[in-house]
Nanobody
Framework: QVQLVESGGGLVQAGDSLRLSCAAS????????MGWFRQAPGKEREFAAA????????RDADSVKGRFTVSRDRAKNTVSLQMNSLQPEDTAVYYC??????????????????WGQGTQVTVSS
C-alpha cells in the first residue's frame, strides 16, 4: 500500500523556520516527481515547490521563492521542504505528493497520483 506521511509541521512565529519531511513507502519513488502543495482555510490547494525525479531540477511558486527549498533523498524515499522567513500568509495544511511515472518538477495538482494526509503549519504574527 502506497503511503506518503508528512511530518514537521507546527506553530511558529513570523520569521521562524520549519522543515517538513515526507516519507514515502509501498513502492519505489526514486523516479517519481515529488511536490509540496498547501491549502489555507477557505482557499484552493496551491502549489508550493517541486523537485524532479533525479533531484537535479526544482521549481517554486512565486510566493515562496527565495524562502522555501525542496530537496529529496532518493535512496530513502524522502522529500523535504525547508521553510525560512515564515509569514502568517504561509499558514496552511501542507501536502506531499508524488507522481506514479518518472516526471520533472510538476506544478499542477492533477499531475500527481499519490498524496499524503497533510501537516498543519501555523505562523503567528
Amino acid at each position: 500500500q502506497v503511503q506518503l506521511v508528512e511530518s514537521g509541521g507546527g506553530l511558529v512565529q513570523a520569521g521562524d523556520s520549519l522543515r517538513l519531511s515526507c516519507a514515502a513507502s509501498g513502492r519505489s519513488f526514486s523516479r517519481s516527481g515529488m511536490g509540496w502543495f498547501r491549502q489555507a482555510p477557505g482557499k484552493e490547494r496551491e502549489f508550493a515547490a517541486a523537485i524532479n525525479w533525479s533531484g537535479t531540477s526544482t521549481r517554486d511558486a512565486d510566493s515562496v521563492k527565495g524562502r522555501f527549498t525542496v530537496s529529496r533523498d532518493r535512496a530513502k524515499n524522502t522529500v523535504s521542504l525547508q521553510m525560512n522567513s515564515l509569514q502568517p500568509e504561509d499558514t496552511a495544511v501542507y501536502y506531499c505528493a508524488a507522481t506514479r511515472l518518472p516526471a520533472q518538477a510538476m506544478g499542477a495538482p492533477d499531475e500527481y497520483d499519490y498524496w499524503g494526509q497533510g501537516t498543519q503549519v501555523t505562523v503567528s504574527s
